[in-house]
C-alpha cells in the first residue's frame, strides 16, 4: 500500500498524480520556452525578405518561405509571443473586472447587485464584432494592446455571474459575520476573509479567460479585423488565406499557426479540467 501523503503536501501529490494538469502544462510550457527564446534562433524580421518566395522548409528556413520570400519560422516565434501577451493582458482584465463586479455585486447584494448585474447583462447583448467594425472603420492604426483591451472589456460578464454567485453563497458564513461585527470595512472582508476562499475558483477562470483572449484574438486576426502592425499567429493565418496559400499547396505557411492555436487553448482547457479534479476532492483520481 502506497503511504498517505500529509494534509499539508496533499495538493501537490495529487498535481504531481493529474495526468491531464502534467500534460496541459507542458505543452503550455514548450510553447512559452519558444516565445521567449524563438526569436533569437532566426537572425531575421517577420517582415524582411530573405529568399525566393514560397520555398517547402528545408535545414536553412524550418518552416519555409512564404509567398514574398519571408522566413515563416521567423513570423511563427514573433506571432507566438503577440498571442501570449494579448491572452494575459485580455485574459486578465476580463478576470480583473470580473472580479471586482462580481465580488461586490456578490456581497453587496441590494441596489447595487441589481444595478452591477444590469451593466453585466448590458456587456453581454451588447455586438462586440459590431463595435470593432465600427472602432475599425475610424481607427486605421490598430496595435496588438487595443485588441488586448478590447477583448478583456467584453469578456468579463460570464466571469462575473460566476463569482457573484460563489460570493452570494459565502457572505453568509460564519467567519464572514465575525469579520463584519469586529467592525472591518466590506472591501477589506471580501480580500481578506473571501477571496482567499475561492483562489482555486479564481484561478481556474483566469485561465478560461486567458485561453478565450487567445481564441477570440486569432479570429479577429484571422477575418482581418486584429492589429494592423506587428505579427501574430491569427495574422499569419490571416495572410496564409489573403494569398491563397491552401490553392498555392504552401501547407508550412498556414498549418504551424493553426495547430499552435489549437495546441495552447486545447492545453489551457486541459490543464483547467486538471487543476478542476485537484481542487474539487470528489473528482480526485485515488
Same mark, same amino acid.
Given at each position: 500500500?502506497?503511504?498517505?501523503?500529509?494534509?499539508?503536501? *496533499?495538493?501537490?501529490?495529487?498535481?504531481?498524480?493529474?495526468?491531464?494538469?502534467?500534460?496541459?502544462? +507542458?505543452?503550455?510550457?514548450?510553447?512559452?520556452?519558444?516565445?521567449?527564446?524563438?526569436?533569437?534562433?532566426?537572425?531575421?524580421?517577420?517582415?524582411?525578405?530573405?529568399?525566393?518566395?514560397?520555398?517547402?522548409?528545408?535545414?536553412?528556413?524550418?518552416?519555409?518561405?512564404?509567398?514574398?520570400?519571408?522566413?515563416?519560422?521567423?513570423?511563427? +516565434?514573433?506571432?507566438?509571443?503577440?498571442?501570449?501577451?494579448?491572452?494575459?493582458?485580455?485574459?486578465?482584465?476580463?478576470?480583473?473586472?470580473?472580479?471586482?463586479?462580481?465580488?461586490?455585486?456578490?456581497?453587496? !447584494?441590494?441596489?447595487?447587485?441589481?444595478?452591477?448585474?444590469?451593466?453585466?447583462?448590458?456587456?453581454?447583448?451588447?455586438?462586440?464584432?459590431?463595435?470593432?467594425?465600427?472602432?475599425?472603420?475610424?481607427? *486605421?492604426?490598430?496595435?496588438?494592446?487595443?485588441?488586448?483591451?478590447?477583448?478583456?472589456?467584453? #469578456?468579463?460578464?460570464?466571469?462575473?455571474?460566476?463569482?457573484?454567485?460563489?460570493?452570494?453563497? =459565502?457572505?453568509?458564513?460564519?467567519?464572514?459575520?465575525?469579520?463584519?461585527?469586529?467592525?472591518?470595512?466590506?472591501?477589506?472582508?471580501?480580500?481578506?476573509?473571501?477571496?482567499?476562499?475561492?483562489? #482555486?475558483?479564481?484561478?481556474?477562470?483566469?485561465?478560461?479567460?486567458?485561453?478565450?483572449?487567445?481564441?477570440?484574438?486569432?479570429?479577429?486576426?484571422?477575418?482581418?479585423?486584429?492589429?494592423?502592425?506587428?505579427?501574430?499567429? !491569427?495574422?499569419?493565418?490571416?495572410?496564409?488565406?489573403?494569398?491563397?496559400?491552401?490553392?498555392?499547396?504552401?501547407?508550412?505557411?498556414?498549418?504551424?499557426?493553426?495547430?499552435?492555436?489549437?495546441?495552447?487553448?486545447?492545453?489551457?482547457?486541459?490543464?483547467?479540467?486538471? =487543476?478542476? *479534479?485537484?481542487?474539487?476532492?470528489?473528482?480526485?483520481?485515488?
Amino acid at each position: 500500500m502506497m503511504p498517505q501523503p500529509k494534509k499539508k503536501n *496533499e495538493l501537490l501529490y495529487f498535481m504531481l498524480r493529474n495526468a491531464k494538469l502534467r500534460i496541459g502544462v +507542458v505543452i503550455v510550457l514548450l510553447f512559452v520556452v519558444l516565445a521567449l527564446i524563438g526569436p533569437l534562433l532566426t537572425k531575421y524580421e517577420p517582415r524582411e525578405y530573405v529568399a525566393p518566395g514560397a520555398q517547402p522548409p528545408s535545414s536553412q528556413f524550418w518552416f519555409g518561405t512564404t509567398s514574398f520570400g519571408e522566413d515563416v519560422f521567423t513570423q511563427f +516565434v514573433y506571432g507566438l509571443r503577440a498571442t501570449f501577451i494579448v491572452g494575459i493582458i485580455g485574459g486578465g482584465l476580463g478576470t480583473l473586472i470580473g472580479i471586482l463586479i462580481g465580488f461586490i455585486a456578490g456581497y453587496r !447584494g441590494g441596489i447595487v447587485d441589481e444595478i452591477l448585474n444590469m451593466l453585466t447583462n448590458i456587456v453581454l447583448v451588447v455586438p462586440s464584432l459590431v463595435v470593432l467594425l465600427i472602432i475599425a472603420a475610424y481607427l *486605421e492604426v490598430r496595435g496588438f494592446l487595443f485588441e488586448s483591451l478590447f477583448i478583456g472589456v467584453f #469578456s468579463w460578464p460570464w466571469a462575473a455571474r460566476a463569482i457573484r454567485s460563489q460570493t452570494f453563497s =459565502l457572505r453568509s458564513r460564519d467567519f464572514v459575520d465575525l469579520a463584519r461585527l469586529s467592525g472591518m470595512k466590506p472591501l477589506k472582508i471580501i480580500f481578506t476573509e473571501i477571496a482567499p476562499n475561492m483562489m #482555486s475558483y479564481l484561478l481556474l477562470t483566469f485561465i478560461l479567460q486567458f485561453g478565450g483572449a487567445i481564441l477570440t484574438a486569432a479570429t479577429l486576426d484571422f477575418i482581418g479585423l486584429g492589429p494592423t502592425k506587428g505579427m501574430s499567429l !491569427g495574422l499569419m493565418m490571416n495572410n496564409a488565406n489573403t494569398y491563397s496559400a491552401v490553392m498555392l499547396h504552401m501547407w508550412w505557411w498556414f498549418v504551424p499557426p493553426g495547430l499552435a492555436i489549437t495546441a495552447i487553448v486545447g492545453a489551457l482547457y486541459v490543464t483547467n479540467v486538471g =487543476l478542476d *479534479e485537484i481542487f474539487n476532492p470528489r473528482l480526485r483520481e485515488m
